[in-house]
């Protein structure tokens, strides 16, 4: 599990915005409030969720359920808040499955390469028994999930020279999120990972210490990938579900009817931006266009049939976890 010191600014405002239940005017008021914690920007798809969220827990609980939202990590990282969940604090933290494999590994299948085709068959899994014992498995860990239908988008690549099959990411430096997934999914394709914090990809590019990264298009137009590399091509090889995190600690302490409210107004805020994030990449994808990038559309099985060896190198997995969630997939209520 990882471990990390809490930063004192984000100490403070945990303290300073009234993250304790116990407090007189929270009692006299019979208001609870609670502070959300991501690292992405204000205006981005997942802002957007975040702000809905409080309006509509606001609204819902007659002005008894306060979020504040903090993006832009300014309470501190995913490790820090998370830890601070499990101690009982009242603070919501975004996250990726990819890092709850630190608590519970096979959740992080959620966000394997090529895995589904529509972000329904993803959807679909967090309402089955198979999801529901991971989460209980998290329950007993002290951390509780919450908007289980956020969607963060779809992940392609950009890079300084031509990628149009996997042979030519042989050899290519990759910028990619500092996990175990993401690496190995990349050294599956040819490509050699390179884990490396957001906030260093542009100067990383422009300093030829990588050669390309990948991302959904939004947040690579938000770090101006496009600025420093020539090509995006549609890999598609991530599609990305999200989740909120929190205590079961805050959870049991807050009444029942408010926890039922922040549970069933964080779904909604989910579903409210599906349209949002999609409407964005397009969005992006335009202006990447019309700035003179040149836009490669592939054929995406031959990266998915590449990327086949990293279902067996996963050891952390259940024997049989992949085969069982296509499983699932396949079980799926299709539209007539």
């Known amino acids: 599990m990882r471990r990390g010191v809490v930063s004192v600014l984000g100490a403070m405002l945990l303290v300073s915005s009234g993250c304790s239940l116990s407090t007189s005017a929270a009692i006299e008021q019979d208001v609870h409030t609670i502070n959300i914690a991501y690292g992405n920007q204000p205006g981005e798809p997942l802002d957007q969720q975040a702000r809905k969220w409080a309006e509509l ?18 309470l501190g990282g995913e490790s820090d808040m998370i830890e601070l969940a499990m101690r009982g604090n009242n603070v919501i933290v975004f996250t990726a499955y990819d890092f709850l494999m630190d608590y519970v590994p096979d959740l992080g299948i959620l966000a394997a390469p090529y895995l589904a085709e529509e972000f329904e068959d993803l959807l679909y899994l967090t309402t089955t028994d198979w999801y529901k ?12 999930l919450l908007g289980k239908e956020t969607i963060y988008g779809e992940r392609h690549l950009m890079t300084k020279t031509p990628v149009t099959t996997p042979e030519d990411l042989q050899g290519m430096k990759i910028r990619v999120p500092n996990n175990n997934l993401y690496i190995r999914a990349f050294q599956a394709l040819g490509a050699s990972p390179t884990p490396l914090p957001l906030g260093d990809l542009y100067a990383s590019l422009q300093q030829g ?45 807050l009444p029942e009817d408010l926890e039922q409210i922040l549970s069933e107004t964080s779904e909604e805020a989910a579903r409210y931006t599906h349209a949002i994030t999609e409407q964005e990449e397009q969005e992006a994808l335009e202006t990447f266009k019309n700035e003179g990038m040149t836009v490669h559309e592939v054929d995406q099985e031959l990266f998915r049939e590449t990327v086949e060896p990293f279902y067996d190198s996963m050891p952390a997995w259940s024997p049989g976890l992949y085969e069982h969630v296509l499983e699932l997939m396949e079980e799926r209520p299709k539209e007539e």
């Not at 827990?57 to 300014?74: C, H, T």
């Not at 014992?133 to 329950?139: A, F, T």
């Not at 210490?209 to 137009?221: C, F, K, S, T």
Request: hydrophobic share 35%; net charge negative.
């Open 57 to 74: 827990a606001e609204e819902e609980s007659d002005g008894r359920l306060i979020l504040n939202v903090y993006p832009s990590s300014q």
């Open 133 to 144: 014992d991971l989460e209980n498995d998290m329950n007993e860990m002290g951390l509780a």
């Open 209 to 253: 210490v990588i050669d390309g990264a990948e991302n959904p298009l939004p947040v690579l137009q938000g770090t101006r990938t496009n600025e420093v590399t020539n090509h995006l091509t549609l890999t598609g090889h991530m599609k990305v579900m999200s989740i909120w995190v929190t205590g079961t600690g805050m959870m049991d302490e």
